[in-house]
C-alpha cells in the first residue's frame, strides 16, 4: 500500500515564493507527479519527477529526493489565479499504471 | 480535437438505484481510471483498465462496477445507488509509456437521497 502526507492548507502573498511539501510510504516507486486543481475543475497535470533532482517549468519547479521519501512543488512569483488544490501522485513500480493521490494542499494566494 | 468527456455532468438519483456514468476518450489510450472525489479524501481508485476486456478493482471498489468493450469508453455502474456513493466523479486516460500523465475528464457530480 502507499501513503502519501501534505499539508491540507496553506496560505501566501501575490508576488511571493510558497513551496508544498508531499512526503510518501510506498512499497514500490515509479514516478511522482504534481496536478493542480481549481475549484470545481478537473485536475490538470504540472509535473512528473521520476529521478531525484529539480524539475523546472516556468514559474512552477518540482523536486524529488527517492531516498526521503520526498518531494516539493515550488510556486514563484505567484499570481491570483494560482489559488488551487495542488495533488501529489505517486505510481508505484514494477507495471503499475495507476495513481494514488494525496488528499491535496487547498492554496489561497492574498493580494 | 481529441478530449476526453464525461455524462452526465450532473445526476441526481435515490437510493437502491442503478446509475451508469458515462466516459468516452478520443486519443485512443488504452489506460482508462475512474475515481471519487470527497473533502478530506482526495481522489481514491474505484476501477481501472488497461485495455479492452481488462478490468481492475481499485481501493474503493465496492458497490461499483465497470466493462471495457472498446477503447474509447469505460462506463462505471453503481449497482444499487446508496447516500455514501454521493461525490464527484472523476474518469481518466493515458497514453502507454513510463512518464505519460493522466488526462482527466470534467467529472460528474453524484447526489443519492
Known amino acids: 500500500g502507499q501513503n502519501i502526507d501534505q499539508p491540507t492548507e496553506m496560505t501566501a502573498t501575490e508576488g511571493a515564493i510558497v513551496q508544498i511539501n508531499c512526503t510518501y510510504q510506498t512499497s514500490g516507486f515509479n514516478g511522482l507527479f504534481w496536478y493542480q486543481q481549481h475549484a470545481g475543475e478537473a485536475p490538470t497535470f504540472l509535473s512528473y519527477n521520476v529521478l531525484d533532482g529539480l524539475e523546472e517549468k516556468g514559474r512552477f519547479s518540482s523536486f524529488l529526493s527517492r531516498s526521503k521519501g520526498y518531494s516539493y512543488l515550488l510556486l514563484k512569483e505567484l499570481q491570483m489565479k494560482d489559488s488551487a488544490s495542488y495533488l501529489c501522485a505517486v505510481r508505484e513500480g514494477g507495471s503499475a499504471r495507476q495513481l494514488t493521490f494525496g488528499s491535496g494542499t487547498q492554496l489561497t494566494v492574498l493580494p | 480535437d481529441a478530449e476526453i468527456t464525461q455524462s452526465p455532468r450532473h445526476k441526481i438519483t435515490e437510493t437502491g438505484r442503478q446509475v451508469t456514468l458515462a466516459c468516452h476518450q478520443t486519443?485512443?489510450?488504452?489506460?482508462m481510471f475512474w475515481y471519487r472525489q470527497d473533502l478530506g479524501h482526495g481522489l481514491r481508485l474505484i476501477h481501472y483498465?488497461?485495455?479492452?476486456?481488462?478490468?481492475n478493482k481499485g481501493e474503493v471498489s465496492d458497490g461499483y462496477s465497470v466493462s471495457r468493450s472498446n477503447t474509447e469508453d469505460l462506463p462505471l455502474t453503481l449497482e444499487s445507488a446508496a447516500s455514501s456513493q454521493t461525490s464527484v466523479y472523476f474518469c481518466?486516460?493515458?497514453?502507454?509509456?513510463?512518464?505519460?500523465?493522466?488526462?482527466f475528464g470534467p467529472g460528474t457530480r453524484l447526489t443519492v437521497l
Open positions: 486519443w485512443n489510450h488504452n489506460n
Open positions: 481518466a486516460s493515458r497514453p502507454g509509456g513510463s512518464g505519460n500523465e493522466q488526462f
Open positions: 483498465s488497461y485495455g479492452v476486456h481488462d478490468t
